[in-house]
């Protein structure tokens, strides 16, 4: 191998991982699909989700998420989520610390003439960003720095 690949092995073992644990709460999996993996490469961590909703699933409550390696404890913008339902999408940020909390950027009317001027944070429920039913899926990739 090249000095290149000599050095990255210095951070850890590359290969990608089954994040078996993904989901803390907000989420009933039933009959749904939920497949997750991550990799870490020195204190870099890298993951991904994807909850496809079956005929027995559910979206409840605010979302969180079980990191796949301890995270420092910090607050930090992770990475971004999109909500689906049919051919709508909507966009998510992926925040928080030692759990990931996902959250939806949505318009927030402000009172004025100009109508909507700024985007205001709103957990996901089940019925934000729509009322959550079979064949709707939930998606996120996230980066962050682990705690050791």
Do not use: H
């Not at 803390?24 to 497949?35: D, P």
């Not at 409840?60 to 930090?76: G, H, K, S």
């Amino acid at each position: 191998m090249n000095s290149i690949g000599d050095n990255l092995n210095d951070y850890g073992d590359p290969s990608v991982k089954t994040w078996s644990n993904p989901i803390a709460g907000g989420i009933t999996v039933g009959n749904g699909t939920l497949e997750a993996n991550y990799w870490q490469m020195g204190k870099m961590v890298f993951a991904q989700c994807l909850f496809d909703l079956g005929s027995t699933s559910a979206v409840t409550t605010l979302i969180t998420i079980n990191m796949p390696v301890e995270a420092i404890a910090r607050e930090q913008i992770l990475g971004d989520a999109v909500c689906v339902e049919g051919s709508t999408r909507y966009l998510a940020q992926v925040r928080g610390s030692t759990e990931i909390l996902a959250v939806l950027a949505v318009p927030r009317y402000n009172g004025s003439a100009s109508g909507y001027q700024y985007l205001d944070m709103v957990n996901i429920s089940s019925t934000v960003p729509f009322t959550w039913a079979t064949g709707d899926y939930f998606s996120f990739q996230i980066i962050y720095q682990a705690a050791s």
